[in-house]
């Protein structure tokens, strides 16, 4: 438990930021020691948005639950704090490949709650956990047989018998791993997805997805292969997949081709023809080297409702309409002004980052996040959108979040304006988490979690 | 990849981006494609994804440059302009296919098969080794080179369960083997066998690199 230092260290500051979305957002810093494994690789809510779970490139999840309202603390209410964090990779080595298999968590996602109890999956590349996160404030005293420690009495002490007790003790947070699936999966798994039949989950890898059931860790079904015979003829692969909300024989998968392939278990047990094919016909007047890299997909998720799907490529963010195949309904523009700047941001290898993005929990707003530790929001009915900056120079506590503006070269700049010159590119937000049903937002920047809560929630307003 | 371009002065980048004909715009990307692809080989397993849109970047490259009418010739010439020495770059292929895998005995296996479209600039040592794969010699540079390619990017990330799958049928026709398997294809028999000779190979592949 070395790592439990670090989060000893952990500052917090607590800022009211105001949105031009009619949003207005709370925020705590937690500054961790500045390390490669502090970096954040995952954020997610659990299904009631009362905990919140982080993984790091150092393996280590960390999930903060939200504090009850406190009349002495009026501010206090919503404030996230750190609940448990336990170890659940560990780097290991192949020794068949000669490969080191990073501990770095890729995803977490939590199971609907059932009892008292939670229980969350993390994978790294390679091994999908299921762990159980539960609390214990009682002990039992008065055994007949042992004494508190747990050893065996002397039975000839034994005199009169007692009735043992439950006595209240400290809070105790238990993390335990409940089960590890394993040797599934040859490539690097890219998403984890829980079905909504509760009962099964999917884990997809550079070329195939595996269905599990959550209780059977030795055996998972291949539902979708789409290695070729031979890896010469290799030229797409997978970079996401996601179960649908609702119907538990959906699921989706996007690729590094752009498309979307929409299947159903219930035509076959190897999806590999998918049902429906998402795929926006490509514009050849932009056609450039770059076309397929910025087209990869690199995040999708379902809408809330089911009804819609929500990608984002390397420029944009898109919303597709589950009855219409041929192109997105809606498509935002994340960081046009990047367009121009493709070839150097391919030479610094920043046009391959996977950036992931978010629903509202009315599906009336999307978030993604940008580079120079900014993120976007669109308001998909007014057609507004605004970009943040997730930084603690920028922002004072509970202060009100500004807008940024980010001025395309040659363009008017107002003052405040960053241009994209100045643009941090080491500085980008990759990962972003929605309550499932407020206005709080978790926000990873490299080591940083922003946690922004909407202003009318909170009693200030 | 933290740090990465830090230092780089975007400035002169963008005057670059801006000014570039499409023909410099291709040979600049050719040039980083190689490099990263050369990058990867040597540390970690390196993303599928990544190494997936590299090589489709490369093989557009390969159809624009077709299409433009340029023949082997023009190949050359942009390698030539990728790397001042066009020996050199020649040498980093070998050296990526022969001396960077990591040396386990798939992806040796692996380079050993798909590495025919290179065996004409160093006839004296691959011959030895793949005698009758010299028929499978594309014709144009280009398609060699980015055959070439294609090999590399996906050594490392050739899947342990398709080798043992391999492996497992080699227990039960070793003997009709060669004649069964087509040469472009990973085969258990030439990975068996030729182990050792590519050790030496690539003591020797070193020895020339270096000099």
Sequence with gaps: YQHLKIYTQLIKYCFILHVNLHISIQLHVNTLAVDLADIISTVEFNHTGELLATGDKGGRVVIFQREPESKSEPFSQGEYNVYSTFQSHEPEFDYLKSLEIEEKINKIRW???????????????????LWK????????????????????????????????????????????????FANAHTYHVNS???NSDYETYMSADDLRINLWH??????????????????????????????????????????SKGTLRLCDMREAALCDKHSKLFEEPEDPSARSFFSEIISSVSDVKFSHSGRYLLTRDYLTAKVWDLNMESKPLETYQVHDYLRSKLCSLYENDCIFD???????????????????NFFRMFDRNTKRDVTLEASRESSKPRAVLKPRRVCAAGGKRRKDDISVDSLDFTKKILHTAWHPTENIIAIAATNNLYIFQDKLNSEMH | MLGRGVKRKWSCLEELEAEEVPAAQRQRVLGLCLEKLQRYQAGMELSLRRSVLLINTLRQIQEDMRSDGAGACTADVLLN????????????????????????????????????????????QEENVLPDQQKSL???????????????GYLSDLALDDIFEDIDTS???????PSLRSPTHSSPASLQSCLMDLNELDHIMEILVKS
């Design chain 2, 81 to 124: 302009g990728v790397h001042p020495d066009s020996c050199l770059l020649r040498d980093d292929f070998r050296e990526d296919m022969s001396v960077t895998c990591p040396g386990c005995a798939e992806d040796d296996g692996a380079s050993l098969s798909l590495s025919p479209p290179l065996s004409p600039e160093f006839p004296s």
């Design chain 2, 138 to 152: 594309p014709a144009s540079t280009i398609s060699s080179f980015s055959d070439a390619v294609n090999a590399m």
């Design chain 1, 354 to 372: 996977k950036f992931e993005c978010a629903w509202n929990g009315s599906d009336s707003v999307i978030m993604t996040g940008a580079y120079n």
């Design chain 1, 133 to 180: 996160v539960s609390e214990r404030d009682k002990r039992p005293e008065g055994y007949n047989l042992k004494d508190e420690e747990g050893r065996i009495k002397d039975i000839t002490t034994v005199t009169s018998l007692q009735v043992p007790v439950l006595k209240p003790m400290d809070l105790m947070v238990e993390v335990s791993p409940r089960r590890v």
């Design chain 1, 214 to 255: 959550l209780d059977i860790t030795d055996r998972s079904f291949n539902i979708v292969d789409i290695k070729p015979a031979n890896m010469e003829d290799l030229t797409e692969v997978i970079t996401a997949a996601e179960f649908h909300p609702h119907h538990c024989n959906l699921f989706v998968y996007s690729s």
């Design chain 1, 111 to 129: 199971l609907p709650q059932q009892n008292a109890a939670h229980f969350l999956l993390s994978t790294n590349d390679k091994t999908i956990k």
């Design chain 2, 171 to 177: 227990m039960y026709e070793t003997s009709d083997l």
């Design chain 1, 192 to 194: 984890i997805s829980v």
